[in-house]
């Protein structure tokens, strides 16, 4: 029998991946990808609590999560095409001013 | 005891997986690596008899996110020079016999899960593991969130097309163009 700690430190390890690419690379492509990462392991934490405490609620929250990720996707690649036609670069070293 | 075996085989690639995401240069590769997690991540959930969300997980993730990922790498078409280029080459090979060794447990995972083989009571079981409860659930306690999903997902979409939109060259972006950033 599996228990939930085991599925915790899976999430704890794939968390700590995506928050690894987020800190680390300096595309920001890969630091999208760290972000959908760290989304799906709060969703392996959700799913797991949902199993350990027969609640449906935790099933019903990752489907919140996986649409905010949907639109945090969309709108985040927008912003990577946006970014990438006026500087010709999505290397963040390259991206230090704020301004518009 | 399957039910183990399955969790470590499918843990162990998640977090290969993981890494290979984090650590690639190529980005294509990193894309392809993503849904490999993805889909394994589905099965963990399947393994926990939450089975409509490991179908939404493969149909939404790794349908659609990922495949959104991969358009936009391949828009931007990025030279080697602007990824500094990847010493990680990965054959063909590999990446098909990992993807086939992904499909088998994943398959073994929906097999070995499911009310036969857990000791869970039925009652709870027909609860958690059910895609009509799941139904009720959403559409019953959970239907103010679940629509206000929906204008989210509108206004998502209305702002992706303005933020991505062409903007006429002005004097700015020419001024940007020359290097000022």
């Given at each position: 029998m599996v228990s939930i700690e085991h599925y915790l430190i899976l999430a704890t390890v794939v968390f700590f991946?995506?928050?690894?690419?987020?800190?680390?690379r300096?595309?920001?492509?890969?630091?999208?990808?760290?972000?959908?990462?760290?989304?799906?392991?709060?969703?392996?934490?959700?799913?797991?609590?949902?199993?350990?405490?027969?609640?449906?609620?935790?099933?019903?929250?990752?489907?919140?999560v996986v649409t905010v990720a949907a639109c945090e996707a969309a709108i985040g690649l927008a912003m990577v095409i946006a970014i990438f036609r006026r500087y010709g670069t999505i290397n963040t070293d390259f991206l230090r001013v704020l301004r518009g | 005891m399957g039910e183990l075996i399955v969790f470590y085989s499918l843990a162990a690639l998640i977090c290969a997986c993981s890494v290979a995401v984090v650590t690639f240069r190529n980005p294509v590769a990193a894309a392809i690596f993503l849904v490999l997690d993805l889909f394994l991540i589905a099965g963990v959930y399947a393994l926990q008899n939450a089975h409509f969300v490991a179908a939404v997980q493969v149909i939404v993730y790794a349908g659609a996110i990922v495949v959104l990922f991969l358009f936009v790498i391949m828009l931007l078409n990025l030279t080697p020079n602007d990824l500094r280029h990847?010493?990680?080459?990965?054959?063909?090979?590999?990446?098909?016999?990992v993807l086939a060794v992904t499909c088998v447990i994943v398959g073994i995972a929906l097999l070995v899960s499911g009310p036969s083989g857990v000791d869970k009571t039925k009652d709870v079981l027909d609860k958690i593991?059910?895609?009509?409860?799941?139904?009720?659930?959403?559409?019953?306690?959970?239907?103010?969130p679940f629509e206000l999903a929906s204008i989210l997902i509108l206004l998502a979409i209305?702002?992706?097309?303005?933020?991505?939109?062409?903007?006429?060259?002005?004097?700015?972006?020419?001024?940007?163009?020359?290097?000022?950033f």
């Open positions: 991946c995506g928050m690894f690419a987020v800190l680390f300096r595309n920001i492509i890969f630091m999208m990808m760290g972000i959908e990462l760290m989304l799906n392991a709060v969703n392996i934490v959700f799913v797991s609590a949902s199993n350990e405490l027969g609640h449906l609620d935790g099933q019903i929250m990752v489907f919140f | 990847s010493r990680h080459k990965v054959p063909e090979y590999m990446v098909m016999l593991g059910n895609t009509e409860a799941i139904g009720i659930e959403l559409f019953a306690n959970y239907i103010w209305i702002a992706s097309i303005v933020i991505a939109k062409k903007d006429k060259p002005t004097g700015l972006l020419k001024q940007n163009k020359k290097g000022v």
